[in-house]
């Protein structure tokens, strides 16, 4: 399925105007059915629907493994996910639906209470800052879709060694979720693993990875201080502002071999004279 499309736009260049065509990243509105009965509809680029639909159930707590999927089907069409599941769902999750700080109107339906309930992370992993740039390098070499459109994030789960799932899509937290249903549906240990991501780290992206028990969180951008807040709470390491061979790490920065721990808290920056990046 076509992720791009061509269109003719007018380009002003230092005053002039040329007739041009351009790429531009497909928005698809993406309706998910959950044991027969509506239950949001996500605007995502198209594809890999089966993934996006597995791995926002995961994140809203639905599901947790791919037993808990009794049948999955998928209408590219319609762009139509239908999904059911072994146990019965309660349908007061339909009323816990908020607006979340995603790129556009992302619908989530946790509450504050499902976060507070989330447990810490308990992820051995180790990772050293060298791996990490590595990683990031990586990383953006495989954007080809934002190389094209600009218009589209990234996210990646990867072990120390190198990346293993990459994915893009027009909203952050569906782009995360989109590697998490891909990863879940294989059947795949998050424990041994870290998330990469090119947005904003928000506090529901922070949620999303405590569910599946990933230790290390890595974004080029900015954290929230609700995020930060929160991988702190969870044991989650939590690094920002992935530049070269610069990264401030926020949270539980025991996990990064080499790293110093700041004064007076869980928070640290190694490699990094402050929270702004260049």
């Known amino acids: 399925m076509e992720k791009t499309q061509q269109i003719t736009i007018t380009r002003f260049t230092s ?16 309706t998910i059915i959950l044991n027969g009965e509506e239950l949001v509809t996500l605007l995502c680029s198209p594809g890999e629907f089966d993934y996006l639909a597995a791995g926002y159930l995961a994140s809203e707590d639905i599901i947790s493994t791919a037993a808990d999927i009794k049948n999955l089907s998928v209408n590219e069409v319609t762009a139509v996910v239908r999904v059911e599941t072994v146990g019965k769902v309660s349908t007061e999750l339909t009323y816990k639906r908020v607006i979340s700080s995603g790129c556009g109107r992302g619908a989530a339906l946790y509450s504050a209470a499902d976060v507070n309930s989330l447990n810490p992370v308990t992820s051995k992993l180790n990772v050293t800052p060298a791996q990490i740039y590595k990683l990031v390098r990586d990383f953006q070499h495989h954007s ?12 990646a789960i990867a072990e120390p060694v190198g990346i293993e799932f990459f994915t893009e899509d027009i909203g952050r937290h569906n782009a995360v979720d989109r590697l998490f249903g891909r990863a879940i549906l294989g059947g795949l240990d998050f424990s041994s693993r870290m998330l990469l991501t090119s947005g904003r780290i928000s506090s529901e992206i922070v949620s999303k990875v405590a569910r599946r028990n990933v230790g290390l969180l890595i974004s080029r951008s900015a954290p929230t201080s609700s995020a930060i807040e929160l991988a702190d709470r969870l ?12 990264m401030n790490v926020y949270t539980n920065p025991g996990r990064i071999v080499g790293g110093q721990q700041a004064p007076g808290g869980g928070a640290a920056m190694a490699s990094s004279t402050g929270t702004q990046g260049p």
Do not use: P, W
């Open 15 to 30: 005053g002039e105007a040329s007739i041009i065509e351009d790429e531009v990243a497909r928005e698809r509105a993406l």
């Open 144 to 155: 080809e879709l934002f190389k094209e459109t600009g218009g589209v994030h990234s996210a």
């Open 235 to 246: 044991n989650i390491t939590l690094v920002g502002f992935v530049r070269g061979e610069r």
